[in-house]
């Protein structure tokens, strides 16, 4: 998973903080700050970025400050204590998602790890020979206990990525070793669509390369976050015909697109762009191909780092960083993408190791993050803000 942009980003981060402790040096001479400062955003974003870092310790996130306006503030996720009740055993929790009936379904990757031996330079997957994964990897959780309701998933995939269950209760899957996606039919074990070829990396559009993550709208258009390697999203109508590469005509470049959630009443697909660190959120283009070259909604602050997970509310979304310098922490972000701010910050008391997706309940009452290295699946109330 560590390649050259990955540390190079690091880097990039580490020192814009050394150069924000390096700023913070001179600004005991006023005298002569502005002169050497020509970049002044440049360096107030930093001063940002360190202050943010002071005002959002994990031991703050919980305290309930009392707040100026509580008109328009978000539904603040609050972990739930011993959820599930009983502990699972689990792998490497790669992705969750919410069923029509309220439960959370996990994709886990049981015995499996992802680390440096697992391919090679030119992305193809180097342990076929061990077969797919014998353990069940999808597991439908109860939503009140987590106890397990269902599973399957067994003998049939090599590195689960990414789960996302429709609301037709068909479950579309990522798997980053055969470097394909599939659609299931609840109930059905053979899929009904297949995208990519099996341990084929590729980047024409037959084929895919470390897919991550699917969305699919009420309109039964399917997007293919295309991954690690190509960081472009594939269009697709409901039989799976290719409508659109993203970016094409809008500007925009991607870096790991990770995760998707789309918010169909602004027709905005929302991206976690996991190595350019923010969330970019381009025209979904669902009702009218009217507007895509409209420039992407763009979500970036110096606080968010490396941006694993996305997922909608109305017309919020919430997002989950993930370990990137030891300044930032691993948190959750509300976000506002019509005024393209963060408005939010929250993680559970413990604090969150490495959160991989996360998912909101179709009812808007709960939020589930997953997460590897501890593996394991929290749940949040979304908690309306006083009044
Ligand atoms: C679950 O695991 C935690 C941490 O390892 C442990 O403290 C707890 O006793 C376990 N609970 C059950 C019900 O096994
Ligand atoms: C990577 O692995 C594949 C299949 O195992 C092999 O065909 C290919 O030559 C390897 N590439 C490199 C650069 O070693
Ligand atoms: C949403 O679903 C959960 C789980 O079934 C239920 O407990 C809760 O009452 C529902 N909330 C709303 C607002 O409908």
């Known amino acids: 998973m ?10 990039t981060v580490s020192s814009v903080i050394l150069l924000g402790l390096f700023v913070g040096a001179f600004e005991s001479y006023p005298q002569n700050y502005e002169e ?3 970049n002044q955003e440049f360096y107030d974003e930093v001063r940002q970025l360190m202050n943010l870092n002071e005002q959002y310790r994990p031991s703050d996130i919980q305290s309930d400050e009392p707040e100026k306006d509580t008109a328009d503030k978000p539904d603040r996720p609050r972990a739930v204590k011993y959820w599930p009740h009983e502990n699972l055993t689990l792998g490497q929790v790669s992705a969750v998602s919410v069923n029509s009936q309220l439960h959370p379904v996990i994709f886990h990757r049981a015995d499996r790890v992802w680390d440096y031996y697992t391919f090679n330079e030119t992305n193809h997957f180097q342990k076929a020979y061990l077969g797919p994964i014998k353990e069940h990897t999808v597991l439908t959780l109860d939503s009140q206990t987590g106890k397990v309701l269902g599973k399957w998933g067994a003998d049939l995939f090599y590195m689960p990525h990414g789960l996302t269950v429709d609301r037709h209760d068909n479950l579309w899957i990522t798997d980053v070793a055969l470097h394909q996606v599939f659609k299931f039919k609840p109930g059905e074990i053979q899929p009904t669509l297949t995208f ?4 084929e990396p590729g980047s024409d559009t037959n084929h895919l390369c470390k897919p991550t993550s699917v969305a699919v709208a009420s309109t039964g258009e399917i997007f293919i976050a295309d991954g690690y390697c190509n960081s472009r999203i594939l269009k697709y109508n409901a039989a799976g015909g290719l409508l659109r590469v993203i970016p094409k005509q809008e500007f925009l470049s991607l870096q790991v697109p990770h995760q998707l959630a789309l918010i169909e009443p602004l027709d905005r697909l929302c991206i976690a762009d996991r190595e350019n660190m923010r969330v970019v959120c381009p025209r979904a283009g669902l009702y009218t191909v009217k507007g895509n070259k409209e420039p992407a909604l763009t979500i970036q602050q110096p606080d968010m780092g490396r941006v694993f997970g996305v997922a909608a509310k109305g017309n919020l979304i919430y997002a989950v960083n993930g370990p990137t310098s030891k300044a930032l922490p691993v948190q959750g972000f509300t976000i506002d993408p019509q005024s393209e701010t963060v408005i939010d910050h ?7 190791g490495n959160p991989h ?5 179709p009812n808007g009452s709960a939020l589930y993050v997953a997460e590897i290295q501890p593996n ?8 309306p803000p006083k009044k």
């Open 2 to 11: 560590k390649g050259n942009s990955q540390s190079a980003m690091v880097i």
């Open 36 to 38: 050497r400062n020509p």
């Open 196 to 199: 990519g070829v099996a341990f």
């Open 346 to 352: 929250w993680a559970p008391e413990a604090g969150f």
């Open 357 to 361: 997706a996360l998912a909101v309940c």
């Open 376 to 383: 394991r699946i929290w749940k949040f109330e979304l908690v």
